[in-house]
């Protein structure tokens, strides 16, 4: 059974710095790999989607890195603002098609 | 706007009284999915359905009913809701089974 685990659990960093967020997950055979951010009280909101057959995707401050061999990707996020403050959560799609398994996600805290 | 819709946003309801829980999207997707999502457990799959009248079974499917009669809809049905299905339920549509998923902005349930 694919198990997905994130860590830091929680990290607080002050404006200006840049990050890292990483995910492992135990079965490298899989398909896609996503990663998301929710905010208090709302939905989740798709930040990049890595196929299996890439190794890493940029939007804006964002990178996404995937080691399919290794079971990881990280998440690389620049110039923190505190606009950033969310939670972030990795998610595999595997073998088993329309499965699609979490990690409990990291807390994010810019501050000023 | 391409989005995934869920009503009611809150519930409170009392201990089996039958309840359902709507979803709707406007993108034309082939795949929708129910997720619930506890402190401490994360996100969690329900069900899943892959085309009309293809529905399979998530992780937690127990207490749960889904039924996908039209594309554009997928509600999740509660015969006889119980305390321990207090939650945060979240429901996505793609493309397909293994392609970026899109999440609704999420339904509160509380059973007493």
């Not at chain 1, 403050?85 to 501050?111: N, R």
């Amino acid at each position: 059974k694919q198990e997905v685990t994130q860590i830091p659990a929680a990290l607080s960093v002050p404006e200006g710095e840049n990050l890292v967020l990483n995910c492992s997950f135990t079965d490298s055979a899989i398909y896609n790999l996503q990663w998301f951010r929710q905010d208090p009280g709302k939905g989740l909101t798709s930040l990049l989607l890595i196929q299996s057959s890439q190794r890493e995707q940029t939007s804006g401050r964002l990178n996404a890195s995937l080691d399919k061999s290794s079971g990881r990707s990280t998440l690389y996020i620049a110039a923190s603002q505190p606009g950033d403050s969310a939670t972030y959560l990795c998610a595999v799609w595997g073998t088993s098609y329309g499965k699609l398994t979490f990690g409990q996600g990291t807390i994010l805290t810019v501050h000023p | 706007e391409a989005q995934v819709t869920q009503n009611p946003r809150y519930l409170i309801t009392v201990t089996g009284k039958k309840l359902t829980v709507t979803c709707s999207q406007n993108m034309n997707h082939e795949y929708m999915s129910w997720y619930r999502q506890d402190p401490g457990l994360g996100l969690r799959q329900i069900y899943y359905s892959m085309n009309v009248e293809v529905t399979d079974k998530g992780d937690v499917p127990e207490g749960y009913k889904v039924s996908r009669k039209e594309k554009r809809n997928f509600p999740l049905i509660l015969e006889s809701p119980s305390p321990n299905q207090t939650s945060l339920y979240f429901c996505a549509s793609g493309t397909g089974g293994r392609t970026e998923a899109f999440f609704g902005q999420g339904t509160r349930l509380t059973v007493v």
